[in-house]
């Protein structure tokens, strides 16, 4: 008899209920393993202050992370290529030198919900006396690239009580208001693309803010307003920290601008 050419049937399977079930099990078991490789990396003592030191931004080099971490240049370049081959940090080649980064915003806000989350826990035991440091990062920090901590919430607050920023739990929209107002602090908010592809991002939504617990201004709008604010000399950074410091400049625009209370005035 000669082959049968053309189509291939396949019957059905029998239970295709339980076939759905097998599948996405099999799915499951597959996002259950990658979520404990994620978690085993991001767990680590020296990983963790690695990705902290990465949290404002900057690219740093294996060397400035290996003294971060209180480790060898070796032992950071291991622990450095663990998390690139997960997509927690990407690496940027310049010359002879490498340059490590948060792979996106993703990790940061990872990182953000982690120190909530132990923040949390942290409550039922004594509260520690906490340094100046401790103190300037909740005052005002960048959160990757957007400005957290009191200064952040802040922020949020008079944007969302003056109408120029309307926040959901997961979203959140620039008003008519808000275009015209960051028109006048110099931020072109019709230039960010909102469409579909890898390239585009969220224009503006809310991120939980792991000191106040309170949600700051996060999306393409709050890293342009960072930005911003360090160009203009409205903020500057603090050496060696993710913390900020507003200027005796700053405290006038945000208050004048944006509405920001600032030692219990409001403009």
Not at 153 to 175: F, N
Request: glycine fraction near 8%.
């Amino acid at each position: 008899m000669p082959p049968i050419r053309g189509k291939v049937l396949r019957w059905p399977p029998k239970h295709p209920d339980r076939e759905w079930r097998k599948l996405m099990s099999r799915n499951n078991m597959s996002n259950n393993a990658r979520f404990a490789e994620i978690a085993a990396l991001a767990g680590d003592p020296a990983r963790v202050s690695m990705l902290h030191a990465l949290m404002d931004g900057r690219a740093l080099t294996a060397s400035e992370l290996a003294r971060v971490a209180s480790v060898t240049p070796q032992t950071a370049s291991e622990h450095l290529a663990k998390m690139a081959a997960a997509g927690l940090v990407q690496v940027e080649k310049q010359g002879r030198h490498r340059y490590h980064r948060l792979a996106s915003p993703v990790v940061a806000q990872m990182m953000e919900s982690i120190m909530l989350v132990a923040s949390r826990l942290d409550m039922v035991r004594p509260a520690p006396v906490t340094g100046p440091r401790d103190a300037a990062l909740r005052a005002a920090r960048t959160c990757y690239d957007h400005l957290a901590g009191h200064l952040g919430v802040a922020l949020a607050d008079a944007l969302v009580a003056g109408g120029h920023v309307e926040l959901s739990h997961d979203a959140g929209v620039i008003t008519d208001a808000g275009v015209a107002l960051f028109a006048r602090i110099g931020i072109d908010v019709t230039s960010f693309s909102t469409g579909r592809g890898k390239a585009a991002r969220v224009l503006c939504r809310p991120c939980l803010d792991w000191s106040e617990r309170r949600s700051h201004l996060a999306g393409a709008v709050a890293t342009a307003l960072c930005t911003r604010s360090l160009e203009e000399g409205w903020i500057r950074r603090i050496e060696g920290t993710r913390a900020v410091t507003v200027t005796a400049k700053g405290q006038r625009v945000f208050c004048e601008a944006i509405g920001v209370r600032f030692g219990g005035q409001q403009a």
